[in-house]
């Protein structure tokens, strides 16, 4: 039995460069053995239409679903270019290249782009398959508009200060520039986001965006 998935493979190195032709990605080795780990990466892709992408760590396009190729070919926040994806707005491409950077094999990472150009898009990002740099799975969902999480934190009875370093978080913000923006140590910034998590019951920043996307009903 062979396993595969439609889509659209990176070839080529102008930019923008997907085969326009779709194709079916394949998981049989060069033996025609099927990895015990083809069933897991085919249902992933077929669970939700969302724009779906197989990358490596440096964000090399492996396949691509029907909306992840509209989306670089819409020449939006996300574009590619010599089979990388990549963005022309500065903060999503850093947001980008740490999900990448810092995602692992059993816990999924979130984010949230900054809303440039009207859009604001949800991004999450795992690692599929153990020892492989290459199988990151990566999905993207474009907002219908800007996304506010006032009332979860509202619920949780977060103080105005906790609220907004959660806020700043949740935008993708790294905890340095969150402490030069509230103009506070790191060690009075590491104490606002720990009684932050124990009222919110989270016990990281990934836990933190999985509870923000699940409340927002992503």
Not at 31 to 58: C, E, H, Q, Y
Not at 165 to 188: C, F, N, P
Request: charged share 20%.
């Amino acid at each position: 039995m062979r396993v595969g998935v439609s889509g659209f493979v990176a070839m080529g190195d102008e930019a923008d460069d997907l085969d326009s032709e779709q194709t079916v990605f394949m998981f049989e080795d060069e033996f025609g053995i099927l990895p015990a780990w083809s069933r897991a990466i085919t249902a992933w892709v077929n669970t939700d239409p969302r724009a779906k992408m197989l990358l490596s760590r440096s964000g090399r396009i492996h396949w691509a679903n029907d909306a992840a190729y509209r989306m670089v070919r819409d020449g939006g926040s996300f574009r590619a270019f010599e089979d990388n994806l990549v963005s022309g707005d500065p903060a999503t491409a850093a947001i980008l290249a740490r999900l990448l950077q810092e995602v692992g094999l059993d816990v999924a990472l979130y984010a949230i782009t900054p809303a440039g150009a009207g859009q604001q898009w949800l991004l999450w990002a795992q690692q599929l398959i153990i020892g492989d740099d290459a199988s990151i799975g990566f999905a993207a969902h474009r907002m219908a508009g800007p996304v506010s999480y006032e009332a979860m934190l509202q619920i949780h009875h977060l103080t105005p200060c906790e609220a907004q370093i959660v806020s700043m978080m949740l935008t993708g913000l790294e905890t340095g520039k969150i402490a030069q923006k509230q103009d506070i140590s790191i060690e009075t910034l590491r104490t606002h986001i720990k009684h932050a998590y124990r009222k919110l019951d989270v016990r990281s920043r990934g836990e933190l965006f999985a509870k923000a996307v699940d409340f927002a009903g992503f």
